[in-house]
């Protein structure tokens, strides 16, 4: 008897005692006295308008999935890691240079980080190399040009 919905009721000869019976013992115990048996199913009032509820939740949460973050460019992450590379440190000794954690750069490189305009400046002026805009990887004037 593991059905949530419905309850057994066991009627002795007088209907007056009956009893609500959840196992399978109490059950088999019943039909070996040859006492009455009647199994009911459980009603509740609301049941269909909770359901609906749930599937109208579910639908406006579907509706409003939110798109994730924009990801660095790979080949913002080829420019960095050529241009530490040209420059002959590492990782770790870029991320020294702009008061960066090493993790910071490697999601950079890697393609994996949300970009961050001061990090990117950062990254450019100790690389010496764009980063941003057009020309990504050209090296880095300053003034105008003439």
């Known amino acids: 008897m593991s059905d949530w919905d419905s309850v057994t009721v066991i009627r002795k000869r007088n209907a007056e005692r009956t009893k609500v019976s959840r196992s399978e013992t109490d059950l088999n115990a019943a039909r070996r006295a040859g006492a009455a048996i009647a199994t009911e199913k459980k009603t509740l009032t609301n049941a269909g308008h909770a359901n609906r ?3 109208r939740i579910a639908k406006l949460d579907r509706e409003n999935d939110v798109a994730p973050p924009p990801k660095v460019d790979v080949s913002v992450g080829r420019a960095i890691s050529k241009g530490r590379q040209d420059k ?6 870029l991320a020294q240079l702009i008061n960066e954690k090493p993790q910071v750069v490697n999601e950079y490189e890697s393609g994996k ?11 450019e002026r100790a690389l010496g190399i764009k980063l941003r805009g057009k020309n990504i ?6 003034g105008k040009k003439k």
């Open 88 to 93: 002959g440190i590492t990782q770790k000794d």
């Open 53 to 55: 509820d749930h599937q």
């Open 113 to 123: 980080a949300i970009p961050n305009q001061q990090i990117l400046g950062k990254l």
């Open 137 to 142: 990887g050209e090296p880095l004037t300053f």
